[in-house]
Structure formats: C-alpha cells, structure tokens
C-alpha cells in the first residue's frame, strides 16, 4: 500500500517549456488535490476532483490544466512554464468519512523553471 | 488571499515542554483539521474538529475551536525533538466542503 505517489520528485523546466506531473493514489479514495506551496504561502488549491470524471478550479487554477484520467489518477499539466510556478507541488487524496475529509499527501514535486 | 493565518510563525522550546500554536480564518468552516510537515515531505494528517465541537484531544495533541472568534488552537504537550516540524490548519469551508484552506504555518523547534 504506497498511497499517494508523485512523479517526478525534481524537475527544472525553462520558460515556455511544458510537462505533466503525475499523481496515483491506492487507497480507492473518491477525491484528489493538486497544491502549490510556496515559502511562506502554505498551500494554496489549484485544482480538485470531488470524483472521477469531474474537475474544479481551486484558489490558484491560472496557468494550469488537469486531467483526472480514473478513480486511482489525477495529472497536472503546465503548458507554457512561468518563473512564478517554481514551487513545490503536492497531489492529496481523500475519502469522505462520517467527521470529514482527512487528506492524504504525495511526497511533493520540486519545480524549478528558470 | 483567503489563506488563514497562524502564530507564532516560528516557535523554538526545549523537550518537554508544552507547545501551542494559533489558527485564526476568515469564513464560516464545516470543520478544520492540523496537519504535520517535517522538513521536504508531504504533510500528515493530526487531527479534525468540526464546527460544533469546542475540544478533542489525541494522545498529546489539544485541539481547540472558537467558532465565534474564528480561531482554533493546537496544543503539543510534553514535547519531543521528533516533533521539530511546521504545522498547518486547514479549514473547510462551508460554502464548498472540498476547498481547503491552508494557514500559513508554524515552524516548530523543539531542542533536546
């Protein structure tokens, strides 16, 4: 049982260039999270997945594309990398229990786009 | 921003003592929980409280909510260096349960 896994763990773009960052979860959970942590930002949402087949925008969605392929992954993809999006990304996923909705983390990807 | 804030940003206490770090937000929460991040990893669910609860404790963990205040506490009794770390609230909205919202942190230092 590896919950939520991330790949790649380090990438460095340059301006312009694209890639999708990977996420997949075992533990059959419904929802999936795409954050950004900055220094000193905390997290910031950039998009979710209440459920396979649907996506939404979160705080931050500017610049951005998702894909929730099926239940177990949910990719982000960048088109055309900015300087702004160096950051560390993090990809969670949750189950709606009777107190709420306990979020599990990925290891995070580390962004440099220079 | 709509990002909740925490404090102190930075903390630093020797073991065995007691650590407590604030929350405040902004908008009306279905519930808010704490989170762990230890240096470069994901971060670790602690604790959830929803709105209609005041206290929960688990294990050396306090948590406390004022609704009225929009504020919550995190008590760390007994502190360990193991819980050098930054901790996090997040809290979920009313108006839209699945859009967690982050605080700023608090780094934590606990010096053995």
């Known amino acids: 049982n590896a919950g939520v896994t991330q790949t790649p763990k380090f990438q460095v773009l340059k301006t312009g260039q694209s890639m999708t960052l990977q996420c997949a979860q075992d533990?059959?959970?419904?929802?999936m999270y795409w954050y950004r942590q900055d220094p000193g930002m905390g997290l910031r949402l950039i998009y979710y997945?209440?459920?396979?087949?649907?996506?939404d925008k979160g705080e931050v969605p500017n610049g951005y594309n998702v894909s929730r392929l099926n239940k177990r992954e949910f990719s982000l993809r960048l088109e055309s990398a900015a300087p702004s999006q160096t950051s560390v990304y993090f990809c969670?996923?949750?189950?709606?229990?009777?107190?709420?909705?306990?979020?599990?983390f990925g290891p995070g990807t580390r962004l440099t786009v220079t | 921003s709509q990002q909740g804030e925490e404090d102190p940003q930075a903390l630093s206490i020797q073991e065995g003592e007691n650590a407590t770090m604030n929350c405040s937000y902004k908008?009306?929460?279905?519930?808010l929980q704490w989170y762990r991040q230890n240096s470069g990893r994901g971060l670790v669910h602690l604790i959830l409280?929803?709105?209609?609860?005041r206290e929960k404790h688990s294990g050396r963990l306090r948590v406390t909510l004022d609704t009225s205040k929009k504020s919550s506490s995190l008590l760390i009794t007994a502190s360990r260096a193991a819980d050098t770390a930054s901790y996090f609230c997040?809290?979920?909205?009313?108006?839209?349960?699945?859009?967690?919202?982050f605080g700023t942190g608090t780094r934590l230092k606990v010096l053995a």
């Open positions: 969670a996923s949750s189950e709606r229990s009777l107190l709420g909705y306990e979020q599990y």
């Open positions: 533990m059959n959970h419904n929802s």
């Open positions: 997945s209440a459920s396979e087949g649907t996506t």
């Open positions: 908008t009306s929460i279905n519930n």
């Open positions: 409280i929803r709105s209609n609860e």
């Open positions: 997040a809290t979920a909205p009313t108006s839209g349960t699945y859009k967690y919202i």
